[in-house]
């Protein structure tokens, strides 16, 4: 999708405020790149395909969606589930988001939720409706992902509010860490001006919930995993704010080169002068401003980087130990399982052996 993503997205607390854009107000960088500003106020120029590269690792797994119907008074309650995430996309009708801390966020038609963390939250027609958890409601099977739930009075003549909603395993590869630093909620207006790219998939979304034609439910669990992708990139570009760890990384244009290129090519055995050769900096210069932003070495963070891209390997694929060991550059699968078991304290047999067990025993609800 080459159409820049122009959605409104914001933290909440964040509407209206400084939040600095990349690029700044009416500067825009050249086609694929995101701008930004380097500690003293000079102006970068940093490749998005660091971008493309997360987006790419970005998976959404044990993925399942409801599209519900309520009428004029509804409200549905969202268990916490870590290591999940939410998205909600509001197709008819007005909703009140209830946060567990009792912060009301207002939601119009069009307007999407993504929670990273998976916290517990309401979905509401007003702030003093009562609610019920949406596992209660009774679920007719759309396809293998997608169930449908009617809310409704038995009284309602129709719906007053049709949305979509699901949760799933949100894994970014090995760029994980970069998760933990988005906020608890993020918000797309459908009335945002600045970000118009996303506006189409979530047209898209509201008229196949409302038309309901032949293959519907399939289509939208699609569209929802665009949009999540898009919305994650937009945080990236616009209100990734945070000065801290792989964010500030991502932003600092002696760091983020030397990250593509680990991602690139996770199975080549790094040294610092090569990564410091990547970003033209000394290698003393290199090493320091890695461990002071990312919080750990170069090489410690190739390292984990390897496992955590074992880890995925060895519970999505089909690919054997011997030759994951052998795709990540190590001479045996000994030496492979040795590293494996030191960084995440499980053997990668164990590892694949957890992941069997847990997809028979099916995924959670969402």
């Not at 984990?304 to 690919?319: I, S």
Request: charged residues 20%.
């Amino acid at each position: 999708m080459t159409e820049s993503l122009q959605s409104l997205i914001e933290a909440p607390g964040e509407r209206g405020g400084g939040t600095e854009r990349a690029g700044g107000a009416g500067e825009p960088g050249a086609p694929g790149e995101v701008c930004g500003f380097d500690e003293s106020g000079g102006r970068f120029a940093l490749s998005s395909d660091l971008i493309s590269e997360l987006l790419t690792s970005m998976r959404l797994r044990g993925v399942r969606y409801r599209r519900v119907q309520a009428g004029p008074r509804f409200g549905v309650t969202f268990d916490a589930k870590p290591g999940r995430a939410y998205f909600h996309f509001l197709a008819v009708g007005s909703a009140v988001l209830r946060t567990q801390d009792g912060t009301l966020h207002e939601l119009a038609a069009g307007n999407a939720v993504f929670m990273p963390h998976g916290q517990g939250h309401q979905l509401l027609s007003g702030p003093d409706i009562p609610a019920r958890g949406i596992e209660s409601f009774a679920a007719v099977p759309l396809s293998n992902a997608v169930c449908a739930v009617d809310a409704c009075a038995s009284t309602a003549p129709a719906p007053s509010a049709i949305f979509f909603t699901g949760s799933m395993e949100f894994d970014l590869g090995g760029m994980q860490g970069l998760s933990q630093l988005m906020p608890e909620i993020m918000l797309v207006n459908a009335v945002g001006k600045r970000y118009p790219g996303l506006m189409p998939i979530l047209a898209s979304m509201r008229r196949e919930l409302g038309s309901a034609r032949v293959g519907f439910a399939g289509i939208l669990a699609r569209l929802a995993e665009v949009a999540a992708a898009m919305i994650v990139r937009g945080w990236i570009e616009c209100g990734c704010d945070s000065s801290s760890g792989l964010v500030a990384a991502l932003r600092d244009p002696r760091l983020a080169r030397a990250i593509l290129a680990l991602h690139r090519e996770p199975g080549r055995h790094w040294t610092v002068a090569e990564l410091a050769a990547e970003c033209n900096v000394s290698r003393s210069v290199f090493a320091d401003r890695f461990q002071a932003t990312i919080g750990v070495p170069p090489l410690r963070y190739a390292t984990e980087l390897r496992m955590l891209l074992a880890g995925q390997w060895l519970a999505q694929d089909t690919l054997s130990i011997q030759s994951v060991a052998l795709r990540l550059g190590y001479t045996s699968q000994a030496a492979f399982s040795r590293a494996f078991k030191r960084v995440t304290g499980h053997s990668p047999g164990a590892r694949r052996g957890a992941t069997a067990l847990a997809e028979a025993a099916g995924p959670s609800a969402g």
